[in-house]
């Protein structure tokens, strides 16, 4: 028998939410909302490819270590092999899915074509929303271990090609396509500070 | 996976009554240490007490102008965070070599201070272990030890401690905050993690059911300034061999105050006491510098393979205090 739990709150909590084996989650999935019932083990990662059919993200290593499974979480880049879905109940995730605007590509999808920067692809919906997440970060200032100590902490971040290669290390890439990645994340950078199609904040 | 309950608390009090109740329950952070061990089946807890949206995610200046940090404040944002980057950059570094950026986003204060070691024998539950099932035995200290302890270990467990961060708060003498089922009370960073002894399985000085809800930073020196330095086997998103937080402050060419912290060495941040009582009103060069670690260093028992990290302690060690008190030369 399946014993399925509202999502935990505050207040006080139901002891069935402390035994059960699966809770009721919310998920807002590139604009859309998903409210389903997961395995407390479920992974975001397997819920997206799995329940929702969303298999852009991919499943390199399983343990934090390759990025393949990257995904946007509340606008923050992060592993989503690591992240249980029950934990993130009521969260907007992005996926490389949602990034284009149904017609036009996002300036990173542009960049990564443009630039040839894959060969078998597998990294490659993983490279492009840990670019993204990049982009925000720089535009917000945060800095690098290969930014300068005395950068200006209330300025953003120019992304030299160190700076993308070491903000986009957790991206591993087994056909070795990482000159172009980084010349293809720089491109959209640029793009998208002159102010050309598309934005760093895109889906959810 | 082993099935498991999960129960996201409203609140510090609440956290800690409900994983009271449950003895195999844990606390959930970002999840980036914890969830991979499930998987490893290292962990197998019954129950996960979700802490990482309890209202700890401040970063507050204290009246003494020190900073109080939040259990649940990302890394990433503790890394910008400009009081961090102005007051104790030491602390940003160490967070910004740790890990990837995705990581960091994810993982908070609490958790980062928690994780476990990377042994590799640690982490594959077929194998023995003193630390994951104590008595089995240690395979590390003939097998496989590249990457682990020179210092304070034992013949029980060699490991090392992996967080870059609890090197840093241990230069920094922060303080760690706990609330548990007996109440409150609070840690230095330099006593919070222990050494093996014959309780490996014990990383920390926290006790059951406790959970860390800030981390406090004394003022920082006037004068002073700090920095992160580590070595490991590729630029970026590797742990440390070795790493050295250092604080430093010269005056008129000597030193005023150090305090000298290493990563990758031991089973806790190692604070190197006997380095900081050779540096202390020496004057600031590199004699004096190689000096101190050599101090510290003689205290090494390094394993059959892992030898290599003592000249390399040493010479990180005599580089970033080169590189501090430089620019204050400068300055
Ligand atoms: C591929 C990879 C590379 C990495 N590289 C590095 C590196 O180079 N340097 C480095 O320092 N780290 C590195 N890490 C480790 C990473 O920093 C930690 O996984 C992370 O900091 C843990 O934080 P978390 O919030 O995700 O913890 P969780 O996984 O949620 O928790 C870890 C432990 O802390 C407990 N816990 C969590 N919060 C609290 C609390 N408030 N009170 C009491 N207990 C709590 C949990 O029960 C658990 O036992 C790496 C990790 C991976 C996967
Ligand atoms: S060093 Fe410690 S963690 Fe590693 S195998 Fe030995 S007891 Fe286990
Ligand atoms: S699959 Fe998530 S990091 Fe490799
Ligand atoms: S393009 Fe093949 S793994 Fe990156």
């Not at chain 2, 401690?161 to 230095?188: F, I, K, N, W, Y």
């Given at each position: 028998m399946e014993t399925s739990n509202p999502p935990a709150g505050s207040g006080d909590v139901p002891r069935s939410a402390v035994t059960g084996a699966r809770s009721e989650v919310i998920l807002r999935v590139n604009g859309t909302t998903y409210t389903l019932a997961v395995d407390h083990r479920s992974t975001l990662l397997d819920v997206l490819r799995e329940r929702l059919d969303l298999i852009g993200a991919k499943k390199g290593c399983d343990h934090g270590q390759c990025g393949a499974c990257t995904v946007l979480v509340d606008g923050w880049r992060a592993n989503s092999c690591l992240l249980l879905a029950v934990a993130q109940d009521g969260r907007h995730v992005t996926?490389?899915?949602?990034?284009?605007?149904?017609?036009?590509?996002?300036?990173?999808q542009e960049a990564f074509v443009e630039r040839d920067a894959l060969q078998c692809g597998y990294c490659t919906p993983g490279q492009i929303c840990s670019a993204l997440g990049v982009l925000r970060e720089a535009a917000d200032g945060h800095p690098s271990h290969v930014t300068p100590y005395d950068a200006d902490p209330g300025g953003t971040v120019d992304l030299t090609a160190d700076e993308i290669r070491e903000r986009m290390s957790g991206n591993l890439c087994r056909c070795g396509a990482y000159p172009r990645i980084v010349e293809a994340v720089a491109d959209a950078g640029d793009r998208i500070r002159d102010g050309r199609p598309g934005d760093t904040g895109a889906g959810s | 996976m082993k099935q498991f309950g999960y129960v996201r608390a409203?609140?510090?009090?609440e956290a800690v009554r409900i994983a009271g109740e449950e003895p195999d329950a844990r606390f959930l952070g970002g999840g980036t240490n914890l969830v991979d061990l499930m998987k490893l089946g290292v962990a197998t807890p019954r129950l996960l007490v979700d802490v990482s949206r309890l209202p700890l995610d401040r970063i507050e200046e204290l009246p003494d102008g020190g900073l109080r940090i939040g259990a649940t404040v990302r890394n990433s944002v503790l890394a910008a965070d400009p009081a961090v980057r102005d007051r104790y950059p030491v602390l940003s570094q160490a967070l910004l070599s740790g890990a990837s950026g995705q990581l960091r986003n994810t993982a908070t204060t609490g958790g980062n201070l928690l994780q476990r070691t990377r042994c590799a024998y640690f982490q594959d539950a077929a194998k023995p272990c003193n630390k994951r099932a104590p008595g089995t035995g240690c395979p590390a200290r003939e097998g496989a030890h590249r990457d682990l302890a020179v210092l304070g270990h034992s013949e029980h467990?060699?490991?090392?401690?992996?967080?870059?961060?609890?090197?840093?708060?241990?230069?920094?003498?922060?303080?760690?905050?706990?609330?548990?089922?007996?109440?409150?009370?609070?840690?230095?960073?330099?006593?919070?993690?222990?050494?093996p002894g014959d309780r490996p399985e014990q990383d920390t000085e926290i006790r059951r059911g406790e959970l860390i809800t800030a981390v406090e930073l004394p003022p920082a020196r006037p004068g002073g300034n700090s920095r992160y330095r580590k070595a490991r086997d590729r630029a970026s998103f590797a742990f440390a061999l070795v790493s050295v937080a250092a604080v430093l402050d010269v005056h008129e060419g000597a030193v005023r105050h150090a305090a000298l912290a290493y990563g990758g060495l031991a089973h806790r941040p190692w604070r190197a006491r006997a380095a900081e009582a050779v540096l202390h009103g020496a004057s600031a060069t590199e004699d004096t510098f190689a000096r101190a670690a050599d101090a510290e260093l003689a205290a090494a028992r390094p394993l059959r393979e892992n030898g290599f990290k003592v000249a390399l302690a040493r010479n990180l060690t005599v580089g970033v205090l080169a590189g501090l008190a430089g620019s204050a030369a400068r300055a």
């Open positions: 996926t490389v899915e949602g990034l284009s605007d149904g017609q036009r590509l996002h300036p990173l | 409203g609140s510090v009090a467990c060699v490991a090392t401690q992996p967080s870059d961060m609890a090197v840093a708060l241990a230069a920094l003498d922060a303080t760690v905050h706990l609330h548990g089922p007996d109440g409150e009370r609070s840690v230095p960073a330099t006593d919070f993690h222990r050494l």
